[in-house]
């Protein structure tokens, strides 16, 4: 199926791991020359080599998503590289520190909140202005299951993804009438680098090894979806390549769970 998007310049956040990376893969397969960003690693020289030695177009561009003057000037980079910007894709966050309620400090929060929410809202005003003159204008959000159904740890994780959601509403509704396009995608658990270190918390927690952390993790977590299977990331990067096709031009503020029929309720 072509979705129309060859040619398409994309800028994903957070794009040299896990559901990232699929998504700079699935973006690229489509024809789209994708930027990314990242902290500056091998991993994001390694993933920029293989989609380029597929026939890819991609460039990988170190960020500290934390200084907002360092992601307006990658931002802009981003555009100068190819002539303009049609697609962000706002996936970068995570937990930071992994705990319960009485566990967090101040500055897990303050750092979750920076980490999830802000960097949503630096990345977005700061490709603004390039996609105002886009004639396709796409923003996607990669949310969390956890923004609707909070578990038992993570809840300063958990109550800014639920943030991101309602932001990315907010900007659907204040951008409608540029026919700037903002959409929220809410995961359930996918196999990804964010999985692996909530593997790694367990196993420290309960002095297990990580393979047996990884084994219990697993079977506790498939046993809660009813199609008793945790996700890849891949399931969540075709569902953005859809949202940033023509396709999909009468689709914005629209929150997609994609859980594996996981969400007992949707809010």
């Not at 809202?121 to 396709?136: Q, W």
Request: aromatic share 6%; hydrophobic share 45%; with cysteine.
């Amino acid at each position: 199926m072509d979705l129309q998007i060859k040619g398409r310049i994309a800028l994903v956040t957070g794009g040299s791991r896990g559901i990232g990376a699929a998504i700079v893969r699935q973006l690229a397969q489509e024809g789209v020359k994708v930027i990314f960003c990242a902290r500056a690693s091998a991993t994001m020289t390694e993933l920029e080599s293989e989609v380029c030695a597929g026939g890819g177009t991609c460039l990988g561009i170190p960020v500290d998503v934390f200084d907002s003057a360092a992601v307006l000037a990658a931002v802009d980079k981003a555009a100068a590289t190819w002539g303009g910007l049609d697609i962000l894709v706002n996936n970068v966050g995570g937990a930071g520190r992994f705990g319960g309620f009485e566990d967090l400090k101040d500055e897990d929060w303050i750092k979750a909140y920076e980490f999830n929410v802000l960097s949503m809202v630096r990345f977005t005003r700061a490709a603004l202005p390039y996609l105002r003159e886009s004639t396709l204008k796409r923003v996607i959000n990669i949310s969390s299951i956890s923004a609707h159904q909070p578990g038992q740890h993570n809840p300063h994780y958990c109550v800014t993804k639920a943030a991101t959601v309602n932001l990315g509403k907010h900007l659907a509704n204040m951008l409608a009438k540029e026919k700037i396009l903002v959409n929220t995608i809410c995961p359930g658990p996918v196999h990804s680098e964010s999985w692996e270190n909530n593997i790694r918390q367990v196993a420290d927690k309960q002095l297990i090894s990580i393979d047996e952390a990884r084994n219990m993790v697993e079977v506790e977590e498939s046993s809660k979806i009813p199609l008793n299977a945790i996700g890849e990331a891949e399931h969540i990067s075709s569902i953005v390549a859809l949202l940033a096709s023509p396709g999909s031009s009468w689709t914005t503020g629209s929150c997609f769970h994609l859980n594996g029929g996981k969400l007992a309720a949707a809010f």
